[in-house]
C-alpha cells in the first residue's frame, strides 16, 4: 500500500502559468484534503472533498480550484499561478466522517517566480 | 482569525527532560483534539488525540493534558530524545461539515544531547 501519493514533488513556475497537483489515495478514504503550509502559519485548509464528485472550500481557497472525479484522486489546480502561492502543499485523507485522523502525503514544494 | 494558538514557537529541550507545548482555542464546538508531528521533508503524522470527555491521555512518553474550561490543551514529551526534534503542530476539529482540522502554527523542538 502505498498510502498517499503526490504528484509531482517539486516544481518551478512562472507568474501566470498554471499548473495541477495531483493526490491519490489507495486506502479507500471517502474525505479528502488540501492544505498548504508557510512558515510561522501552520497549514491552512485550501479545499477538501468529501466524496467522489464533491468539492467544498477550506479557509484560504482563493486562485485554486479542485475537482475529485474518482475517490481516490484529488487534483488541485492553479490557473495563474502567483508568487504568493509559493508554498508546500499537502494532500491528506480522512476514512469517512465517523473518523477524524487525516494521513498525509509527502508534499510538493512548489516555487512561483 | 486564529482560532487555535499555540506556543511556544521554537523550544530547545536537553536530553532526558520534559517539554511542554500549549495551545488554546476559541470555538467551543471542538471535540477533538489531536497533536501531529512533522519531520523535515514529510508530511505530518498523527501523534496523539484526545476527546473533551477526559483530561488527560498518555501514550508512551507523550502525554496530553486537556483543560475544558480554560480551553486550552498541551502535549508533554517524558525524557526527550535527539529523535523526538520535530515540528509538532496541535490541531481541533468538530463533528460534520468535512471533519476539518484547524491547526496551530507549530512549535519547532530541538533536543539537544
Known amino acids: 500500500n502505498a498510502g498517499v501519493t503526490q504528484t509531482p514533488k517539486f516544481r518551478v513556475l512562472k507568474t501566470g502559468q498554471s499548473m495541477t497537483l495531483l493526490c491519490a489515495q489507495d486506502?479507500?478514504?471517502?474525505?479528502m484534503y488540501w492544505y498548504r503550509q508557510d512558515p510561522g502559519m501552520g497549514l491552512r485548509l485550501i479545499h477538501y472533498?468529501?466524496?467522489?464528485?464533491?468539492?467544498a472550500k477550506g479557509e484560504v481557497p482563493d486562485g485554486y480550484n479542485v475537482s475529485r472525479l474518482k475517490k481516490q484522486n484529488f487534483l488541485l489546480g492553479l490557473e495563474s499561478a502567483a508568487p504568493s502561492q509559493t508554498s508546500v502543499y499537502f494532500c491528506?485523507?480522512?476514512?469517512?466522517?465517523?473518523?477524524?485522523?487525516?494521513?498525509f502525503g509527502p508534499g510538493t514544494r512548489l516555487t512561483v517566480t | 482569525q486564529q482560532q487555535v494558538k499555540q506556543s511556544p514557537q521554537s523550544l530547545i529541550v536537553q536530553k532526558g527532560g520534559i517539554s511542554i507545548i500549549n495551545c488554546a482555542y476559541e470555538?467551543?464546538?471542538?471535540?477533538?483534539f489531536p497533536w501531529y508531528q512533522q519531520f523535515p521533508g514529510k508530511g505530518p503524522a498523527l501523534l496523539i488525540a484526545?476527546?473533551?470527555?477526559?483530561s488527560e491521555k498518555k501514550e508512551g512518553r507523550f502525554t496530553i493534558s486537556f483543560n475544558k474550561s480554560a480551553k486550552q490543551f498541551s502535549l508533554h514529551i517524558m525524557d526527550s530524545q535527539p529523535g523526538d526534534s520535530a515540528t509538532y503542530f496541535c490541531?481541533?476539529?468538530?463533528?460534520?461539515?468535512?471533519?476539518?482540522?484547524?491547526f496551530g502554527t507549530g512549535t519547532q523542538l530541538k533536543v539537544e544531547l
Open positions: 491528506a485523507t480522512t476514512r469517512d466522517r465517523g473518523r477524524y485522523e487525516q494521513y
Open positions: 486506502m479507500n478514504h471517502e474525505y
Open positions: 472533498s468529501v466524496g467522489e464528485g464533491t468539492t
Open positions: 470555538n467551543t464546538a471542538f471535540d477533538y
Open positions: 484526545i476527546r473533551p470527555d477526559v
Open positions: 490541531a481541533a476539529s468538530r463533528a460534520g461539515g468535512g471533519n476539518k482540522l484547524t
